[in-house]
């Protein structure tokens, strides 16, 4: 059979079930490879970690011609707008579950072809919801699964580490304090934010500072101390873009560099930095986490721009942790890995479905000279109550607060 005998009708079916066919040229896709690449000091050469890759994504152009073609070109654009996962059958690649994804472009020829429309639109090619939709209230269950986390971490820390001797608790205790103070210096503004946070926040530390001797030998009572130290800042009320920051750049500063990967073989005291960093890295995604379910999102970027900086912590994390198992010739055993991925994933779910309902970014470019109080009640409907929103999202300064000048750019959501 020839590779022309080979092509199949192009055809889109919508979430609600409506199934349209239509015409087309050249076709195309795309995909992309998810690896990271790490550099190490004492080794040539570069490690990929290859961690699959995304979903396909299908660029296609829709041609419709014919007596009716405005009317089925309307049908497809309707459909097109439709929420929810529909099925793409691709005249090449075969039979696809996507999403309509991005811009969606329509063209009608109305003059050089008369009877023609044309509706550009990318299929991106989903698995579905990956995470879990909550069916209770999401901030108890967040909060349960945080909880649950806690307990795991310091009951896995409480194994692993090795401080039975006078020398590994005083290695130990000088790294512990070094990351302590780190986590004191980047989280103490984010807490003096509000009083009772700050008080709670300062309260812990000191007290972890005060019996520190103690704890040492005590690894279970310490790890869980750390988790809550570090998570008492994320309940302050302040951007939730500055307290994400916060918790992102301890990470980093965990994961990164020439000692963040321990040197090879197994030995207790590289064991127990390791599992001391560990302990940190992991209570920092969930200070993210924290953040986020205490945050009122009103803006549908925003709640997906938590999410995908959530996950991209975790995602790090866990190659980091991944690493250094490897170097150690140590096995993770997971309980603290699975409760903290079981609360990314239920916030995920949470953000993602929330962010449906929530108010989107759109772009117009003004043809003429504006008044700010005229484009806000315009695209508004009124102007006290969005006025100041309207100049902070715009970045406007000096002469554009009086007038916008024609082809100015303007951000409003809706």
């Known amino acids: 059979m020839p590779w022309n005998d080979r092509i199949k009708e192009a055809a889109y079916t919508s979430p609600s079930g409506t199934r349209i066919t239509f015409n087309y040229e050249d076709v195309s896709k795309s995909i992309e490879k998810k690896t990271s690449a790490f550099e190490f000091p ?4 570069t490690y990929i970690q290859d ?8 660029p296609f152009r829709a041609i419709f011609w014919g007596d009716n073609y405005d009317l089925e070109l309307n049908i497809f ?3 097109l707008l439709e929420t929810g996962q529909g099925v793409f059958e691709h005249p090449i690649y075969g039979t696809i579950d996507v999403v309509p994804f991005g811009e969606i472009t329509r063209r009608d020829d109305l003059k050089t072809a008369s009877n023609q429309g044309i509706i550009e639109v990318t299929f991106f090619e989903t698995i579905g919801i990956v995470y879990p939709i909550s069916q209770t209230e999401p901030s108890n269950e967040v909060l349960n699964a945080v909880l649950e986390f806690n307990n795991a971490v310091a009951n896995e820390f409480n194994e692993k580490t090795d401080l039975d001797t006078t020398v590994e608790q005083s290695f130990f205790k000088s790294r512990y304090q070094a990351v302590l103070d780190s986590a004191k210096t980047n989280l103490q ?3 003096d934010t509000e009083k009772e946070v700050e008080k709670q926040f300062n309260s812990i530390v000191d007290s972890i500072n005060g019996g520190i001797d103690i704890l040492v030998r005590d690894p279970l009572t310490l790890a869980f101390q750390t988790s809550i130290f570090i998570q008492s800042p994320a309940r302050a009320a302040t951007a939730i873009i500055d307290r994400l920051t916060a918790y992102g750049n301890l990470i980093d500063e965990l994961i990164t560099g020439d000692d963040a990967v321990l040197s090879q073989g197994y030995n207790s005291v590289n064991s127990n930095i390791f599992h001391n960093n560990d302990l940190f890295a992991m209570s920092y995604i969930t200070g993210s986490i924290i953040s986020s379910i205490n945050t009122e999102f009103n803006l549908k970027t925003d ?3 938590a999410a995908e900086t959530i996950i991209s912590q975790f995602d790090s994390v866990v190659a980091w942790r991944d690493l ?4 150690l010739s140590e096995i993770d055993t997971g309980e603290a890995y699975q409760k903290l991925q079981e609360a990314v994933a239920i916030l995920a779910g949470y953000l993602v479905q929330l962010s449906f309902f929530l108010k989107q970014e759109r772009n117009i470019v003004i043809d003429r000279p504006r008044s700010i109080i005229d484009l806000v009640a315009e695209l508004y409907g009124e102007v006290d109550e969005q006025l100041d929103f309207f100049i902070n999202s715009n970045d406007l300064t000096g002469s554009e607060i009086i007038e916008l000048p024609a082809g100015r750019k303007i951000v409003y959501y809706v």
């Open 42 to 45: 004492d080794a040539n050469g």
């Open 51 to 58: 961690l699959g890759h995304t979903g396909r994504r299908y």
């Open 77 to 79: 654009e309707n459909l």
């Open 189 to 191: 503004s984010i807490a």
């Open 303 to 305: 709640a997906i721009s």
């Open 324 to 327: 250094n198992y490897t170097s």
